[in-house]
Structures are given as C-alpha cells and as structure tokens.
C-alpha cells in the first residue's frame, strides 16, 4: 500500500523557514518539521497542504498560491512507502500559532541553510533536496 501525504513551506524575507517541534505522538517526538499530513479521501495534494498548514499552524492560504517544489517516493524504517508532496506558500495570512499543543510545542522561525540537527530525517533529506534545486527524491530504499 502506498500513503500520500503533503508538506507545506513557508519561508519568510529572511530566508527562515517555518518548522514546528512535535511532541506527545509516540513517532519522532522533540524532533522538528513542517507542517504536514496525509491526503484524505477526495483531497487534492495541494488542497491537504493548505489545510494541514492552517490546522497546524493558523495560517492560510489558498490552493493557486502553493508551488510544488519536491515529491520524495519514500520508504520508510516500517517499509511503508510513502508520496510526499512538498509546496511553497508563495503567499499567505495569519500569524504562524501551535494551533494543536498535542502533537507540538515549539513553532520558530530557522534558518533555511542551517537547519537543525533534529529535524525529522526525511524532511531535511527532502528540504536540502530542494536547496540544491531537485525535484524529485528517492529514499529508504536500501534499508
């Protein structure tokens, strides 16, 4: 079986990115990443981008203003296999919250370039990917 899921980026004039610290959900907890969740039934990739990106964060932004930028066919330490979908915001409102205190309790502003250590390892694969102008990434493959 194959899971879709999609990943919002915001990134400010200052060239941060917008990562949230998970906490309490038994899967890499204390560690950081974007906003991001599966596609549901009748969703459309961008469409679970912009809803993941305001119920996670209170931001919004409409479907037309997030530009793919990275699809990473992931397997992952359980052999699921996994679509990720990654868009840029290019614009949105609303100032960026913990929207659900259950599954994070640090949102910051990082440095896209330095992004830190504990950042969910498919997520800085995918992210430094990106950096380097890729569009497309396959991972965990060779496990």
């Known amino acids: 079986m194959t899971n879709s899921a999609s990943h919002a980026i915001l990134i400010n004039p200052k060239n941060q990115i917008l990562m949230l610290r998970r906490f309490n959900t038994g899967w890499m907890d204390g560690m950081f990443t974007i906003p991001a969740g599966h596609i549901e039934q009748g969703e ?9 990106l305001l119920e996670e964060t209170g931001v ?4 037309g ?16 296999v996994y679509f990720d979908n990654y868009f840029v915001a290019n614009s949105w409102t609303g100032e960026p ?8 309790d640090v949102i910051e502003w990082l440095n896209m370039n330095h992004l830190p250590d504990n950042t969910v390892p498919s997520v800085l694969k995918a992210l430094k990917a990106y950096l380097d102008g890729k569009h497309f990434l396959e991972d965990g493959w060779n496990q």
């Open 97 to 104: 919250s913990i929207i659900e205190p259950n599954k994070s």
């Open 65 to 80: 203003e997030l530009e793919h930028v990275m699809t990473v066919h992931r397997q992952n330490e359980r052999g699921e």
């Open 60 to 63: 919004s932004t409409e479907t």
């Open 44 to 52: 459309t990739a961008s469409g679970a981008a912009a809803r993941e």
